[in-house]
């Protein structure tokens, strides 16, 4: 049995690849930010010098990156979310969004600080021995010459939670993936829906690369 791709399938079906490519692309973006701001929080709270900035922050990291992201999804979608609120589960893009950024800011938090850790301790005695208060020197001193060294982990991270975004079907969270699967039931052929899926995917991971190597060249020079 050959492949029998039929373009007018895509043709009929193209405002919901487009509506799936679109729900992807923000679910990504919103997750790579709130995931990048809270890994930024939890990888100073490591950094702490009391245990009870340090513990917490431990637990939260370890459990999201020793636990599959697939099961969180389940787990946050259907049992966490309806906990509190009156047992009722949350539209799928909102739950699917907030676990990908949870899960995100685990591995986002790792990356922060072992890119604080990277700069030698005597830039933070320099930036204090001028005055500046801890904050100040974090802010103004360590964080932008740490940056530069985490760009590239940083945006290998955004690329990875974009082809994750695609476990969101398994509660169907109207990205692509979804779509796609909804696009199958209907003609009942494999080819159009998935080969179409991996092909959106691959445009996307692409043009992020691209976006990451922008970055890269024009923020990582010393």
């Known amino acids: 049995m050959g492949v029998h791709f039929r373009w007018e399938v895509i043709r009929d079906y193209w405002p919901l690849i487009l509506q799936g490519t679109l729900v992807t692309i923000e ?31 431990l637990a939260y990291i370890t459990f999201f990156r020793g636990t599959p992201l697939f099961v ?17 589960a949350l539209d ?39 005055g500046l208060r801890m904050g100040q020197a974090m802010r ?18 955004a690329i990875a939670l ?5 476990l969101l079907a398994v509660i ?13 039931g209907r003609i009942l052929s494999p080819w159009e829906p998935f080969l179409t899926l991996a092909f959106v995917y691959l445009v996307l991971t692409l043009v992020l690369q691209q976006v990451v190597a922008y970055l890269e060249r024009r923020y990582g020079q010393g």
Not at 43 to 56: D, F, K, N, S, V
Not at 72 to 88: D, E, S, W, Y
Not at 172 to 184: H, K, Y
């Open 27 to 57: 679910v990504t973006v919103i997750a790579v930010l709130a995931g990048t701001l809270l890994g930024l929080i939890l990888g100073l709270m490591r950094l702490g010098r009391g245990w009870w900035w340090r513990w917490p922050a």
């Open 72 to 88: 969180q999804i389940l787990l946050l979608h259907f049992a966490v979310i309806p906990q509190f609120n009156g047992g009722r």
């Open 92 to 130: 799928a893009q909102i739950s699917g969004t907030i676990a990908l950024l949870l899960n995100s800011a685990a591995y986002v938090a790792e990356i922060f600080r072992a890119g604080i850790q990277s700069i030698d301790r005597g830039q933070m005695e320099a930036a204090r021995s001028l």
């Open 140 to 157: 103004y001193v360590i964080l932008p010459q740490a940056f530069r060294r985490m760009l590239p982990p940083l945006g290998n991270e």
């Open 162 to 166: 974009l082809k994750d975004s695609s």
């Open 172 to 184: 169907a969270g109207g990205e692509i993936a979804t779509q796609m699967n909804l696009m199958f």
